[in-house]
């Protein structure tokens, strides 16, 4: 059992895969991981090359050119750098390479914030990475290990990013269990790249000049990696499991067995509304939580035969969507339920934008609108705020 905050938790979880490359041009609120593996660097703890660049941009080039090379790679970043990032993490998801990306959530410019809300990696959902959420520093942990296994498998081959909640789950201490380097080395495996530049026997081309005639097909192969993740996942997941005792999949159900209200929610949250969950269910109230871990794959079947039973449905985003009804993750459940015979009403509520909080009162009220929406059939707002001055 260590004491680690989330950043600290990732940047263990990072020695202990003793990558081959990190490329580092730290941004806040994720600089606590690059420093913390700088010092294992430093101290010779681990044999990994830590390549200093001038910007996110070069970070994720000089991911892509050490991944393209044969190697175990990382980085850590959020927000603007991964802005900054945006043309080359199409670069990595297009050349299958198994790049693992811790990103601490943070919001978008402007005006300035630097904390947490899912601007940044909700803007990068469709650029070809797989995407798990983190509830907390354990599961940061636990999902580092996770995705390396992930990305790097045969069938998935496809970069990962590690998302957490910035200045929330980054910065929480927690006590969490932290397994021995021998046992994570074992079941990471030791890395046998596909297709490395380096290998001189087999020469192969990266980023070739790609016609109309063929991008299409090349896409479409593109995406059958991470197709191929949703059931890597969950297999990961229950080896995992057999390991740790601690068991992921792509979604997490608690409490909707027999629920009529449900919240679907991602990341830190997902903690404040068991807690609501726990108060409810004493008095009567028939509430449960769908927690998304994998939003990239979206794992869209599991989401629907969880839902499909319940009266009403919350969908909580914590980013903004320009002109869209209602955020990312709400379109992602409304698709997921569209085609079933009979489905719940779904809402959708905005949160936690740039950091604001959002208070258990915040999740009983979302509940209550839940409850009349259940007894009257009827949707009065389809889209609502949390703790905003209106």
Not at 11 to 34: G, K, L
Not at 75 to 89: K, S
Not at 331 to 338: G, I, Q
Not at 356 to 380: F, M, W
Request: charged share 25%; hydrophobic share 40%; with cysteine.
């Amino acid at each position: 059992m260590r004491t680690l905050t989330g950043n600290e938790a990732i940047a263990e979880a990072m020695r202990q895969v003793n990558p081959d490359v990190i490329a580092a041009y730290p941004i806040t609120p994720s600089t606590p991981v690059v420093e913390k593996f700088a010092k294992f660097v430093a101290d010779g703890v681990v044999d990994t090359e830590l390549v200093t660049t001038e910007s996110e941009h070069s970070a994720m080039s000089a991911c892509v050119g050490a991944a393209a090379a044969g190697g175990r790679v990382m980085t850590a970043t959020g927000a603007v750098g991964l802005a900054f990032m945006f043309e080359v993490i199409y670069v990595a998801s297009s050349f299958r390479l198994p790049i693992v990306v811790a990103i601490a959530n943070r919001a978008l410019n402007a005006p300035l914030n630097i904390h947490g809300d899912h601007s940044d990696t909700m803007a990068a959902r469709d650029s070809g990475w797989i995407q798990l959420y983190s509830e907390n520093p354990q599961e940061c942990y636990d999902n580092i290990i996770q995705a390396v296994k992930i990305a790097e498998h045969p069938k998935v081959r496809t970069p990962v990013m590690v998302c957490f909640d910035g200045f929330q789950t980054s910065h929480m201490i927690e006590n969490l269990y932290v397994e021995p380097d021998e046992v994570v080395k074992r079941f990471i495996g030791e890395y046998k790249p596909i297709y490395p530049l380096l290998d001189y026997e087999h020469p192969v081309t990266y980023g070739a000049w790609d016609r109309p005639d063929y991008l299409m097909e090349h896409k479409r192969s593109q995406v059958e990696g991470l197709y191929a993740a949703l059931e890597v996942i969950n297999d990961v997941g229950k080896e995992y499991e057999k390991l740790t005792g601690r068991r992921y999949g792509l979604i997490e159900a608690y409490k909707l067995e027999d629920a009529e209200l449900g919240i679907v929610v991602m990341s830190a949250t997902a903690s404040t509304v068991k807690d609501v969950v726990n108060k409810l269910r004493e008095q009567g109230v028939k509430a449960g939580l769908l927690r998304i871990r994998a939003f990239r794959p979206f794992p869209a079947s599991e989401v629907a035969k969880n839902l499909a039973s319940l009266k009403s449905v919350a969908v909580l985003d914590r980013s903004w969507t320009g002109g869209a009804i209602g955020g990312p993750l709400f379109h992602e459940v409304c698709s997921a339920l569209y085609n079933l015979d009979t489905h719940p009403k779904v809402v959708n509520y905005i949160y936690g934008i740039g950091g604001r909080d959002v208070y258990p009162e915040h999740i009983e009220g979302v509940y209550q609108d839940l409850s009349k929406i259940a007894k009257t059939g009827r949707i009065e707002r389809l889209l609502g705020y949390l703790n905003l001055r209106e």
